[in-house]
């Protein structure tokens, strides 16, 4: 069995007041603007009695919707704050890694600078001499 929810009766009722309006107000009137100000109203109209229709019979014909499922919702956020705890610390190790591999890769450099100048320096004494 096919249910149909609320957000689809309301699209439905939106759609079926759009074309019911635009037929009726071509009817009716002859200039535009008029044709789409009725067409307006009527899309309107269709939409907050649907609207409000649809609220009354979920407030209060709607038994199914009134059983909360508090266990059920419990368990299924703690099982996504596991989740998010085991990202996180899966995300801070890898951060951890990416620091270490940035100081490594800053010591190598200052390493090379290093003997980059000591090379310059024994070269010039070599030219000195």
Do not use: C, W
């Not at 009527?42 to 038994?63: D, E, K, Q």
């Amino acid at each position: 069995m096919i249910k149909l929810r609320m957000d689809n009766f309301l699209s439905f009722a939106i759609v079926s007041g759009f074309f019911i309006g635009l037929l009726l107000s071509s009817l009716k009137f002859d200039e535009a603007e008029m044709i789409i100000a009725g067409t307006f109203i009527s899309t309107m109209g269709f939409y907050l009695i649907t609207l409000v229709s649809a609220s009354f019979f979920i407030r209060f014909f709607n038994y199914e919707e009134k059983k909360t499922r508090k266990p059920s919702y419990n368990h299924i956020l703690e099982e996504y704050i596991e989740e998010f705890d085991r990202r996180e610390k899966m995300t801070n190790r890898i951060r951890g890694f990416l620091r270490t591999m940035e100081r490594t890769m800053q010591e190598e450099e200052m390493l090379e600078q290093q003997q980059e100048a000591t090379k310059k320096q024994t070269s010039k004494e070599n030219n000195n001499a």
